[in-house]
């Protein structure tokens, strides 16, 4: 086995597209800091039991583990670092208001997300804790589409959903936890058999008709306005349903003159271990997955002890750094090397001031073979001038 190779699913990051990403990244923090969103940078490595906290079992199969040689205790690699910014917001900030915070940074999975997808994303992301209400939900989504349009995104997609509405049909329910984790893939997965096998068989003596369609419905309830409309007439009228919809209703209401579409799709329980509330995924042309995810999560903080409502988003930056028409890679203004020369000095210095990059050629190397550089700095008419490299 060659020692340069790399495993499966991680790749180096060559100078264009990681010129690419950073650009994005550049884009995309500042437009976070100008909204009031503060930088954290969690660490990579932490404790297992801090890195799962609230976010389900899911997580857990997804993240490398390591036994902490001065502690014994396991530790893992982040796989998501929505957990950590709730940790800092409990326990460091200690913020009775509102926080928002925004992170830019890797995160490792143990398997890819898709076939296509890196086991290293480069996830960007940003939470807003300590308000209960849709209005913060909306902050975030509208954020978002800021954040995809300042990073060269033209056509979004937005699809909306409600954890609540899976919620509320089984929370009197009494069934087993074991039902509900089957019924969950089921719904997830769209898989109508399934579903229809596990809702009309023994396993749901204690379900009522009403929820029984209601389940059975769920798949069916994805597309546009007509949904919400088919969801009233239904749907079980219990209140925590009609909230939901209302929600939505408005949502899409508020976001239709800043997306080109807007689909809804109570069926999806993305996140279900951990959202409980409003759920959204960004799409654009020529990418089957979503760009971005989001929702309500209020539960995660009381893992540490400070319960807080909560909401956010993240994207991996290397995929949507391929989705994008930015391809603007810098070319530099190749230097002699005469550290003596002082006018030479001082016009490099100024040219990078005004943001030109500038190389100083060393000796013994070939100008035509400088990598990045299209220009050259040549002496004549008693003066330093810019011209093409040519040949």
């Excluded at 500042?30 to 490595?45: E, I, R, T």
């Excluded at 209005?135 to 978002?144: A, F, H, K, T, Y």
């Excluded at 999560?297 to 807080?308: H, L, N, P, T, W």
């Amino acid at each position: 086995m060659r020692n340069w190779l790399l495993p499966e699913y991680i790749e180096d990051v060559l100078p264009r597209d990681a010129y690419r990403i950073e650009k994005i990244r550049r884009l995309i923090m500042d437009m976070l800091f100008s909204h009031g969103y503060q930088f954290v940078m969690p660490p990579l490595l932490e404790y297992v039991d801090s890195l799962l906290a609230g976010s389900g079992s899911g997580m857990n199969l997804r993240m490398f583990k390591v036994v902490d040689q001065l502690s014994g205790r396991m530790m893992g690699l982040r796989a998501d670092m929505t957990p950590q910014a709730a940790r800092i917001d409990a326990h460091l900030l200690d913020n009775s208001g509102v926080t928002r915070l925004c992170y830019a940074s890797s995160v490792v999975h143990t398997v890819p997300d898709e076939i296509t997808r890196t086991r290293e994303p480069f996830q960007v992301g940003a939470e807003l804790f300590g308000h209960p209400g849709i209005e913060s939900d909306l902050e975030i989504q509208r954020l978002l589409l800021e954040c995809l349009s300042v990073s060269g995104i033209q056509i979004i997609h937005l699809d909306l959903g409600h954890i609540r509405v899976f919620r509320s049909l089984i929370h009197d329910s009494g069934i087993r936890p074991e039902f509900e984790i089957e019924l969950y893939a089921a719904l997830w997965a769209k898989d109508t058999s399934s579903l229809r096998e596990l809702v009309l068989t023994g396993l749901n003596k204690r379900l009522d008709k009403s929820v029984r369609d209601a389940l059975l419905l769920l798949p069916e309830l994805y597309g546009d306005n007509t949904v919400l409309q088919r969801a009233r007439q239904y749907l079980p009228k219990f209140p925590e349903i009609s909230e939901a919809l209302d929600q939505l209703e408005y949502v899409a209401k508020t976001l239709k003159p800043y997306v080109d579409r807007i689909t809804f799709d109570l069926a999806d329980l993305r996140g279900y271990h951990y959202h409980t509330g409003m759920v959204f995924a960004a799409y654009t042309p020529g990418c089957p997955a979503p760009v971005a995810l989001g929702g309500r999560y209020d539960e995660i903080g009381k893992s540490f002890g400070r319960a807080r409502p909560a909401t956010g988003f993240s994207l991996d930056l290397k995929q949507l750094s391929r989705l994008t028409a930015i391809n603007d890679y810098p070319l530099g203004i190749l230097a002699p090397w005469k550290p003596e020369d002082e006018k030479l000095t001082a016009m490099i210095r100024q040219l990078r001031a005004e943001g030109h990059i500038v190389a100083i050629e060393l000796p013994g190397e070939n100008s035509k073979k400088v990598s990045g550089c299209d220009r050259q700095l040549i002496f004549q008419n008693d003066s330093w001038e810019i011209s093409p490299i040519t040949g």
